[in-house]
């Protein structure tokens, strides 16, 4: 029995790890988007919490702009009360005058104090609206990011066994493939749409990419004494695919005999067989 090459068994290698690499590709497709669903979820959420904070954070600032502002009118009632007791002992109509203008001031220094304020306090419940409102979106995210995790839990609960085993499998065929092979079949895999880095010829293209593979590139994958790999995609060939010729058996249909033609047929004979008889 011929032994086989180094060549092939190392191409042996490289297909029993893409075959326990596609199972485990299998598997991941089960989970579909739902692990990047459940991350973007769980960012999206830590967004909103961060905006919250900061809404919150703002609020506060305007909260106590509003009290210095309030303080600052109790100020100036308490400068106008005091004004209006010295109008008491005024000596004359200057001094009057002055205190009168100093009393109208601080009424229009409370005016402008009262409009800051309420300027302020609108602002404070835009910013305890946005709390609310972005709490309640918080609050269905969270609710949407348990439902997901919990259908992601199930799903791997349902194939960790299976997962776990093929890894095993997969550890155990990585021994028997070379370093810098085994990183050439990583990098291949990655930039694989469809994670396949070794792959048959079928009908005379890559199973990969399907572009056509020379007849004289066929045998050389045939006789597996070197790594061939595809020109256009890069994967590596494992062995050519036959192809089965089905021959289509001819049967050949009897023709259809009318009653006519039948009787015709018998007519004939029985003219032949008289015309011997004389």
Do not use: W
């Not at 995790?149 to 493939?177: C, D, T, Y």
């Amino acid at each position: 029995m011929e032994q086989p090459t180094p060549v092939a068994k190392r191409i042996d290698a490289l297909v029993k790890l893409q075959e326990v690499d596609s199972k485990l590709d299998e598997l991941r497709k089960i989970k579909g988007d739902l692990p990047e669903e459940v991350q973007d979820l769980e960012d999206e959420i830590e967004g909103y919490q961060t905006r919250i904070t900061k809404f919150e954070t703002e609020k506060k600032s305007l909260d106590d702009l509003a009290a210095t502002q309030n303080n600052a009118i109790k100020d100036h009632q308490k400068l106008i009360v005091k004004y209006e007791e010295q109008h008491k002992d005024v000596r004359n109509d200057r001094e009057f005058q002055a205190i009168a203008r100093e009393i109208e001031n601080q009424q229009l220094d409370i005016r402008l104090a009262e409009k800051a304020v309420r300027d302020t306090q609108y602002k404070i419940e835009r910013k305890q609206k946005q709390v609310e409102e972005t709490t309640a979106t918080l609050e269905e995210r969270k609710k949407d990011l348990d439902n997901k995790k919990n259908e992601l839990e199930g799903i791997v609960k349902e194939s960790e066994e299976e997962e776990a085993k093929l890894m095993k499998e997969r550890e155990k065929r990585m021994k028997n493939i070379a370093d810098n092979l085994y990183l050439s079949y990583e990098r291949i895999r990655e930039n694989a749409r469809n994670g396949l880095a070794v792959v048959n010829v079928k009908r005379n293209a890559c199973g990969g990419c399907f572009n056509i593979v020379p007849p004289q590139r066929q045998v050389d994958i045939k006789e597996k004494k070197k790594l061939v790999v595809c020109e256009h995609c890069g994967r590596v060939f494992a062995d050519v695919e036959a192809v089965e010729v089905v021959e289509k058996k001819r049967t050949t249909r009897r023709k259809r005999v009318t009653k006519k033609e039948k009787e015709a047929e018998e007519k004939a004979k029985a003219e032949k067989a008289a015309s011997k008889g004389k």
